[in-house]
C-alpha cells in the first residue's frame, strides 16, 4: 500500500497492490522467492 501526504496534510492512498505483483523491495532472493510461492498457492487454493 502507498500513502502519501498532500499539501492540506491529509493522508491519501495511492495504490494497493496484490503481494504477488510487488517487486523485491529489499528482500534478498530466497525471502522475495518464498513470498512470490506463498501468496500464488494462496491464489490457486494449494494447500502448505
Do not use: K, Q
Amino acid at each position: 500500500m502507498d500513502v502519501g501526504i498532500g499539501r492540506d496534510d491529509r493522508t491519501y492512498l495511492v495504490e494497493v497492490n496484490d503481494g504477488f505483483s510487488l517487486g523485491c523491495l529489499g528482500l534478498g532472493p530466497l525471502a522475495y522467492s518464498e513470498l512470490l510461492e506463498e501468496r500464488w498457492r494462496e491464489m490457486v487454493g494449494a494447500v502448505g
